[in-house]
């Protein structure tokens, strides 16, 4: 898919390297970056900060010697799955290497062999300088060792990850630092404004400010719903009823919790998961209100376009990542804004959920201080303003969150900053499982939805599946802090 064309700028990336202090991360190191000695990271030296690398200085001008030829810059591999990214990465990486002598060759692979060929080659001692992580396998390797321990990079550099970021939950793992923070992919509700208009329903930002509840959306969602004689071909929501990393929110807004974070278990026996999936039930299956997968199928034919940017649904409870894709989909055919993910009712916040991508430096690899240096770099201020004012994603870098907030589209692109993390929010339950989990969750969900079973035995099922799959390897208190995670402190500090 296309991307905005990058606007980053060399003033962007080279006023990291002259300005001091913790305020901007890259600090300007010295050209090229030798080999690391067999030593902890914590003997190595501090990149100097805000100081421009120097040359040497001759003894007397009239016997200075020649001049040696110029060393070749350190060169490092940098191995991702986003596609998108290339023009931005490409202009950072030609800054960089002008500012901090070490060029950036940037693998892309596609998602789907990105895990196969990392495995294989993390295992092997071949998998680049530094990497973007795949979040529902990689505490695999981190159990495994086969991460770089940053610990000690980070705490030479002042940088303060849980003040001044917002972490998805593998960065910090068994009090290590194991990956840099990169983006935050918070979720909310898109919605079509044309279709709201048409069917009479207020309008969450120009009727509510933004201060809307499930009764609302439901409403709305009724409303929007459009038959003709009698099929349906307008869907009032569209939401992913069986992912459970979806209907989450769901859960921890009324208190509960499909996960025990200090157990390190699934718990799908809590009563709040299935008090939600009886009012998903409803929605999907009784009211009609709630697009299946079988009507998506249906409607859209296998594999078809996303039914809320084809107008086949008039709401749709999705990430930030979608904005841009929704922009490019949707053109000029409908009016669309987002909408905060909804409080329950007027006492009660809605808990809404994020993820992320962070990137790692491999245990193996030949250049990690240019490794860390670089990713250092992916998560600085500057740079990660430049992704939010083009949407690429909602920055982790609580400095650069006005940014993303104050640039369209959407209107209201506030949705996916204050409106998260001013309330209590989660994240998903990464662990080495993961994926395999969430298979098992989907499939005996789907045969509820089909009426196959009952609600009761398909969690039920969805639990043994799931907890004969968790694996969180030798970790024993893995995160850095619990899910939902408080509302952030202070978010005028960061001008939101």
């Not at 693998?107 to 680049?128: H, I, N, Q, R, Y």
Request: glycine share 6%; with cysteine.
């Amino acid at each position: 898919m296309a991307r905005a064309r990058s606007t980053l700028s060399r003033r962007h990336v080279l006023r990291l390297a002259s300005a001091g202090g913790i305020g901007v991360i890259l600090a300007a190191c010295s050209s090229g970056a030798a080999p690391p000695e067999a030593k902890p990271a914590g003997s190595e030296a501090k990149p100097a900060a805000g100081e421009a690398p120097k040359p040497t200085q001759p003894a007397a001008a009239a016997a200075a010697p020649a001049k040696p030829a110029a060393s070749a810059p350190t060169t490092i591999r940098f191995i991702t799955w986003w596609q998108p990214m290339e023009n931005y990465l490409t202009d950072i990486a030609r800054q960089f290497e002008a500012s901090d002598g070490i060029k950036v060759e940037t693998e892309f692979v596609p998602s789907t062999d990105f895990t196969p060929k990392m495995e294989a080659a993390l295992v092997a001692g071949t998998w680049g300088d530094a990497s973007i992580i795949e979040n529902s396998v990689q505490v695999k390797f981190m159990d495994a060792g086969l991460h770089y321990d940053m610990t000690d990079m980070v705490k030479a550099d002042n940088i303060d990850l849980l003040a001044d970021w917002s972490l998805m939950g593998l960065e910090i793992w068994e009090g290590k630092v194991l990956c840099m923070p990169f983006d935050n992919d918070p979720r909310a509700i898109y919605y079509n404004k044309t279709a709201f208009k048409e069917s009479g329903v207020k309008d969450p930002w120009d009727d509510m400010n933004g201060k809307w509840t499930w009764d609302d959306m439901i409403e709305a969602a009724r409303k929007t719903t459009k038959k003709e004689g009698s099929k349906i071909t307008r869907y009032g929501l569209q939401w992913n009823y069986t992912n459970y990393q979806e209907w989450s929110p769901l859960v921890w807004t009324l208190g509960g919790n499909y996960a025990d974070w200090k157990a390190l278990k699934y718990t799908l026996d809590d009563p709040k998961v299935l008090e939600v999936h009886k009012m998903l039930y409803k929605w999907a299956v009784e009211d009609q209100i709630l697009i299946t997968k079988e009507a998506t199928t249906n409607l859209m034919g296998p594999g078809g376009p996303v039914p809320f940017r084809a107008g086949v649904a008039a709401m749709y409870h999705r990430a930030a990542y979608d904005t841009v894709l929704t922009r490019d989909a949707v053109g000029d055919k409908f009016e669309w804004d987002v909408a905060p993910f909804p409080d329950k009712d007027a006492n009660t916040p809605g808990v809404p959920v994020t993820s992320g991508n962070p990137n790692f430096v491999p245990k193996a690899a030949k250049n990690p201080e240019a490794g860390y240096k670089w990713i250092r770099t992916l998560t600085s201020e500057d740079i990660q303003k430049q992704f939010a004012q083009n949407h690429v994603f909602v920055p982790s870098n609580k400095k650069a969150w006005k940014t993303y907030q104050d640039n369209p589209p959407p209107k209201h692109a506030s949705s996916f900053i204050h409106s998260v993390y001013s309330r209590p929010h989660g994240f998903h339950f990464y662990n080495a499982g993961m994926r395999k989990v969430g298979e098992g969750i989907d499939a005996e969900l789907d045969l509820a939805y089909l009426g196959k079973q009952s609600l009761e035995d398909a969690l039920k099922n969805a639990q043994q599946k799931a907890n004969e799959s968790v694996n969180f390897g030798k970790a024993k208190n893995p995160f850095a802090f619990t899910v939902p995670v408080p509302a952030e402190k202070d978010l005028a500090k960061w001008g939101i």
